[in-house]
């Protein structure tokens, strides 16, 4: 589904999250109420992660153009055990740009075993892109939707934590999407000063 272009328009304009952004989020948090209503995951779970993981598509120049895509590609670094965990090259370099180590990739940094298992055509344009929002939310969501099934889905704390430190479990790395996620509920549900 689509989320509504009011909506999508006035909490971008309060949160600062960019609107296309925003409307990837709150359209891959709407499929997925549709295909597994039980795993209700939030849009602004969707949010927090896209802060904590490329600043909403914007990491080091990068933006999200009109189609949804982070131009130029938003790369990772490469997991070689420098302070990450050591993942070995799953994909000949073909996701990644990377044939030694994996990276992540795409505005939601997913590494390409990640992206094989749960990539998805977000948008309907035919292509199952990591560098596309639309593509990159929905696939963030079914990854979280598996990680958090047996802990009670996204709808529990206890789920929510299973899914969030399976997509990444770095020390702090839950309370900060938390943090970014909470902000942006916060900002949807702001009183607008001009009433």
Excluded: K
Aim: proline share 5%; with cysteine; charged share 20%.
């Amino acid at each position: 589904g689509l989320p509504d272009a009011a909506w999508v328009e006035r909490v971008a304009a309060a949160s600062g999250i960019p609107a296309r952004a925003l409307a990837a989020y709150a359209g891959a948090a709407l499929l997925t109420a549709e295909v597994n209503p039980d795993c209700a995951i939030p849009w602004n779970t969707l949010a927090g992660l896209g802060a904590v993981e490329s600043d909403h598509g914007r990491h080091a120049g990068s933006r999200i153009g009109p189609d949804g895509t982070a131009e130029p590609g938003i790369f990772g670094v490469a997991l070689d055990g420098g302070g990450t965990d050591t993942v070995t090259d799953s994909d000949d370099g073909a996701i990644d740009g990377d044939a030694v180590h994996d990276r992540a990739v795409g505005p939601l940094q997913l590494i390409p075993e990640s992206w094989r298992n749960w990539g998805y055509d977000g948008n309907g344009d035919g292509a199952v892109d990591p560098q596309n929002i639309d593509d990159a939310a929905v696939a963030a969501a079914n990854y979280l939707c598996r990680a958090s099934r047996d802990a009670g889905a996204m709808t529990t704390e206890v789920g929510w934590r299973a899914g969030i430190d399976a997509y990444n479990s770095a020390g702090g790395y839950a309370e900060a999407v938390a943090s970014a996620a909470i902000a942006a509920a916060e900002a949807a549900t702001a009183e607008d000063p001009t009433d």
